[in-house]
Nanobody, 127 residues
Framework: QVQLVESGGGLVMTGDSLKLSCATSGRTASWNTVGWFRQSPGKDREFVAAMRWSGSTTKTEDSVKGRFTISRDRAKNTVQLEMRSLKPDDTAVYYC????????????????????WGQGTQVTVSS
C-alpha cells in the first residue's frame, strides 16, 4: 500500500523559511515522478515543484522559482520542499504526490497525472 505523509507545515512570518517533508512508503520502485502541489480556499490545486524519482530532472513553478527547492533523501525515503522568503500568497495546504506514469516535462504540472496523494499540511504565512 502506497503512503505519502506530509509534515513540517505551520505558521510563519513573511520572509521566513520552512521545510516540508513527505514520508513515502509502499511500492515506490514503480514511481516515475514525485511532486508538491498546493491549494488555498476557493482556488484550484496549483503545481509547485516536481522531480523524477531518480532525481535526474526537476521542474519548479515560476512564482516560487529561486525560493522553493524540491529534493529527495534516498536514505530516509522522503521528499522535501525547502521554502525560503515566504510570502502571504504562499499560504495554502501543501500536498505531496507521486506518479508511476512516464511524465514528460510539459505534463509534470498537471495534477491529473499523479495517482497518489498525501493528506496535506497547512502552511500559513502572516504579514
Amino acid at each position: 500500500q502506497v503512503q505519502l505523509v506530509e509534515s513540517g507545515g505551520g505558521l510563519v512570518m513573511t520572509g521566513d523559511s520552512l521545510k516540508l517533508s513527505c514520508a513515502t512508503s509502499g511500492r515506490t520502485a514503480s514511481w516515475n515522478t514525485v511532486g508538491w502541489f498546493r491549494q488555498s480556499p476557493g482556488k484550484d490545486r496549483e503545481f509547485v515543484a516536481a522531480m523524477r524519482w531518480s532525481g535526474s530532472t526537476t521542474k519548479t513553478e515560476d512564482s516560487v522559482k529561486g525560493r522553493f527547492t524540491i529534493s529527495r533523501d534516498r536514505a530516509k525515503n522522503t521528499v522535501q520542499l525547502e521554502m525560503r522568503s515566504l510570502k502571504p500568497d504562499d499560504t495554502a495546504v501543501y500536498y505531496c504526490t507521486a506518479s508511476t506514469r512516464g511524465l514528460i516535462w510539459s505534463t509534470m504540472h498537471r495534477p491529473g497525472e499523479y495517482e497518489y496523494w498525501g493528506q496535506g499540511t497547512q502552511v500559513t504565512v502572516s504579514s
